[in-house]
Nanobody, 117 residues
């Protein structure tokens, strides 16, 4: 089992910034990916960004240029820096752990991000 603990999030005005963290513990493999998703109320979860074990990064088009994903492997932590936040970024954000083991898909507890004026 892998445990993911998220921190960060909160409320901010449009144009503001927040940083989310996702720390993994437990049966972590040396090479793993962390994926960030978000769920807007009433909708399905959608992919936001991901970072591979070797640092390859993918962003959803709607966050490209505004969000930055990074990882600190010494701390088993992945960060999602969110800048220039928009009202439409309001959602619950989740991190997800995956590695080469197909059954090893674990989710963080989710954290609310609210962008409002």
């Amino acid at each position: 089992q892998v445990q993911l603990v998220q921190s960060g999030g909160g409320s901010v005005q449009p144009g503001g910034s927040l940083r989310l963290s996702c720390t993994a513990s437990g049966d972590i493999y040396s090479y793993y990916s962390i994926n960030w998703y978000r769920q807007i109320s009433g909708n399905q979860r959608e992919h936001v960004a991901d970072i591979s074990p070797l640092g390859t990064i993918t962003y959803a088009r709607f966050v490209e240029g505004r969000f930055t994903i990074s990882r600190d492997d010494a701390k088993n932590t992945v960060f999602l820096q969110m800048d220039s936040l928009k009202l439409t970024d309001t959602a619950v954000y989740y991190c997800q752990y995956t590695d080469y083991r197909p059954s090893y898909v674990f989710w963080g507890q989710g954290t609310q991000v609210t962008v409002s004026s």
